[in-house]
């Protein structure tokens, strides 16, 4: 593979302008897990500040800590939920840490991957949060989704076999991990994509706004579980970016408009750990804002709707599944 920054950023607004912006592909309502904002939480007045000043959460697992732990809380599954949780058990929601999904050589290779990319991309997002979906074939690119084997065919560049192995043997693992430890055998794998928070760039809009509380199944429709696998380390690559749970139905309320406050918890992240939820309301969550450096992440999310995770294919190296149909809709 290649890294092209001698390529000026200018150079890609021809291929952005071909077939009459084929690269783009929708607005910022594809906002992945931890990247996703909540509309109702945000307000004008936030835009202009770097990020909110939360008050300290008690520290559940940290850096220190070596899992697998564990914690379990009570299912809080709305009717709307079924058709993503209709195969899970009725009760066992819970919270899992565990710190041997990947090895570390799988885990550079991750890290280099999403790393690659975004450099590739320009540096990815406006914002400080660039989303890579291997599936769907989409990247971050100023403030939109670029199609993903456009932009390589413009960079002339290519995944490596090592790329694609490791990525589907992390994700296949991670699905024999989380049937295990929700007692879920029919989950199947759904949404999956890389996270890439860099501190230094400004918010510029509200979906910049990485940081608000949410519920993943409200937020998406059809996850069930939701697992995070970190690829860097808090504290020696970035400052800020601790994954935070809502303790009490004060903090929860915040997912759904309420004022900020009540207890949280803090997981710590650091390079291999893996964070693993029921994603409903009972895992209400949020980042911490990134004060310094790039926090690096992987979210694996999975269902109990076929039919939406019939709809992400296995990834084997293209640009995704989405390419194909945004051509087509672009003439």
Known sequence: RSSS?????????????????????????????EIS?????????SLTARHP????????????????LNKTVKCLRHKSHREATH?????????????????????RVLRDLIEWL?????????GPPSVVDLHQGSISYKDKFVLLHKLMEFKKVNFTSEQIDTYNAVRDRALVRVKDLFAAPQVLPEMTFFSHINAS???????????HAHIDTEQYGTFAITTILYLNDLGSDYHGGAFRFADDSVAAKEALGGEPGGRWSSVEPKTGRLVAFTSGRENVH?????????RLALTM????NAGKAASVSRWEGGGGSMHTEAEEAAG
Request: negative net charge; hydrophobic residues 45%; contains cysteine.
């Open 5 to 33: 920054w001698a390529y000026p950023a200018a150079a890609v607004l021809g291929v952005l302008a071909l077939g009459a912006l084929l690269l783009q592909l929708r607005p910022r309502s594809h906002q992945q897990d």
């Open 37 to 45: 904002s909540q509309s109702v939480a945000s307000s004008a007045a």
């Open 53 to 68: 000043k939360l008050a300290p959460a008690s520290p559940w697992v940290t850096t220190h800590d070596w899992g697998p």
């Open 87 to 107: 195969c899970m058990p009725a009760t066992g929601c819970a919270r899992h840490v565990i710190d041997d999904l990947a090895s570390p050589e799988e885990v």
């Open 118 to 126: 975004v450099a590739e991309a320009w540096g990815g997002g406006a």
């Open 201 to 211: 760039k400004v918010p510029q809009n509200m979906h910049d706004e990485y940081w």
């Open 286 to 294: 949020r980042v911490e804002p990134v004060t310094s450096g790039v």
């Open 301 to 304: 999310a999975f269902t109990c």
